[in-house]
């Protein structure tokens, strides 16, 4: 019997595209995506590629014309719709916040209190705003909604912002946080068992991109009397693995650090006395 293909439906051209398919090819999927094109077939994994607007990704996976997307948790509160988060991808990364000019003397949330606000995510701002017993006129535009106070269109805005540094160039100053976004993979509610299966080979895959992304593999020599304090600093994934070196009275060991201690954990290494600590990217992890 012929396997089922997952339909996959991923952002055609904007932010999250290149990550996007980045991924797929890190899983090992092989696909060719001619330009322009709206579909695409891959040859070594059943899964059939979908290149669309990000907006309706949600739409879409909701009412099951595509199995699986990937789509920012910014789309997702805004439309609402109903679908399942199943990993969140650790990519497209951006939040979304209000943003008044320089020269507003901001001091609190209460400040927006009928406030012209202009934004493109209308149904999170307004949830925002209840939540802190604000009443402000919220004004929906579909995109450059930084320039809206600049031309008198608006007093402040909501908008997406990684760096700052559009709003800065725009004159605006980012305030309050409102929501923290990245890309994730979502799936409709109820897939059938053969595209379960399938979904859950490519969540194995994925996680083994994501783990290899998170993690070193540190190698390093140490005096042996120096061992034990070097092994409490080094987690590993069970233990590190510690083998003597040719040179009596010296190991070599090896382990596997997360990313976000990195930097603690080699100064503390060397301060231990290991030397000639070598640290590598790590392809794949399977946990
Ligand atoms: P489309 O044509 O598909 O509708 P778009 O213009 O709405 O594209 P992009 O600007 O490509 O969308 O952004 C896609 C997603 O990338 C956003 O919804 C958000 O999740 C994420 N993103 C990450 N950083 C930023 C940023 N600085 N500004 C905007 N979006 C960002
Ligand atoms: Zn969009």
Same mark, same amino acid.
């Given at each position: 019997?012929?396997?089922?293909?997952?339909?996959?439906?991923?952002?055609k051209s904007?932010?999250?595209?290149?990550?996007?398919?980045?991924?797929l090819?890190?899983?090992?999927?092989?696909?060719?995506n001619?330009l322009?094109?709206?579909?695409?077939?891959?040859?070594?994994?059943?899964?059939?590629?979908?290149?669309?607007r990000?907006?309706?990704?949600?739409e879409?996976?909701?009412d099951?014309?595509?199995?699986?997307?990937?789509?920012?948790e910014?789309?997702l509160?805004?439309?609402?719709?109903?679908v399942?988060?199943?990993?969140k991808?650790?990519?497209?990364?951006?939040?979304?916040?209000?943003?008044?000019?320089?020269?507003?003397?901001y001091?609190?949330?209460?400040?927006?209190?009928?406030?012209?606000?202009?934004?493109s995510?209308?149904n999170?701002?307004?949830?925002?705003?209840?939540?802190?017993?604000?009443n402000?006129?919220?004004?929906t535009?579909?995109?450059?909604?930084?320039?809206a106070?600049?031309i008198?269109?608006?007093?402040a805005?909501?908008?997406?912002?990684?760096s700052?540094?559009?709003l800065?160039?725009?004159g605006?100053?980012?305030?309050?946080t409102?929501?923290n976004?990245? $890309? /994730?993979?979502?799936?409709?509610?109820a897939?059938?068992?053969? @595209?379960? +299966?399938?979904?859950? !080979?490519?969540?194995?895959? &994925?996680? $083994? /991109?994501?783990?290899?992304?998170?993690?070193k593999?540190?190698l @390093?020599n +140490?005096?042996?009397? !120096?061992?034990?304090?070097? &092994?409490?600093?080094?987690?590993?994934?069970k233990?590190p693995?510690v083998?003597? @070196?040719a040179?009596?009275?010296?190991?070599?060991v090896?382990?596997?650090?997360?990313?976000?201690?990195?930097?603690e954990?080699?100064?503390a290494?060397?301060?231990?006395?290991?030397?000639?600590i070598?640290?590598?990217?790590?392809d794949r992890?399977?946990?």
């Amino acid at each position: 019997m012929k396997t089922e293909k997952l339909k996959i439906a991923l952002q055609k051209s904007g932010r999250l595209s290149e990550d996007s398919m980045n991924l797929l090819k890190k899983c090992g999927i092989r696909f060719t995506n001619g330009l322009g094109k709206l579909r695409a077939e891959t040859e070594n994994f059943p899964l059939e590629i979908y290149f669309l607007r990000d907006d309706d990704i949600p739409e879409y996976v909701a009412d099951g014309v595509a199995d699986i997307g990937i789509v920012g948790e910014n789309v997702l509160a805004e439309t609402e719709k109903s679908v399942e988060i199943i990993e969140k991808l650790n990519f497209g990364k951006c939040r979304l916040s209000l943003a008044v000019p320089k020269n507003f003397d901001y001091r609190s949330v209460k400040d927006f209190e009928g406030k012209r606000i202009a934004t493109s995510y209308p149904n999170i701002l307004r949830r925002f705003f209840a939540a802190n017993n604000v009443n402000a006129e919220i004004h929906t535009i579909s995109g450059s909604v930084e320039i809206a106070p600049s031309i008198g269109l608006a007093d402040a805005v909501c908008d997406l912002v990684s760096s700052g540094s559009t709003l800065f160039t725009n004159g605006l100053r980012e305030v309050e946080t409102v929501l923290n976004s990245e $890309a /994730v993979l979502v799936s409709h509610t109820a897939l059938n068992a053969d @595209l379960q +299966a399938v979904l859950d !080979k490519f969540l194995f895959r &994925i996680k $083994a /991109v994501k783990a290899a992304e998170q993690n070193k593999y540190i190698l @390093l020599n +140490a005096p042996n009397e !120096k061992l034990e304090q070097i &092994i409490e600093i080094l987690p590993g994934i069970k233990s590190p693995t510690v083998m003597p @070196l040719a040179e009596t009275g010296w190991s070599s060991v090896h382990s596997v650090i997360n990313e976000n201690d990195f930097w603690e954990i080699v100064e503390a290494l060397k301060n231990t006395g290991a030397e000639g600590i070598l640290v590598l990217s790590i392809d794949r992890m399977i946990q």
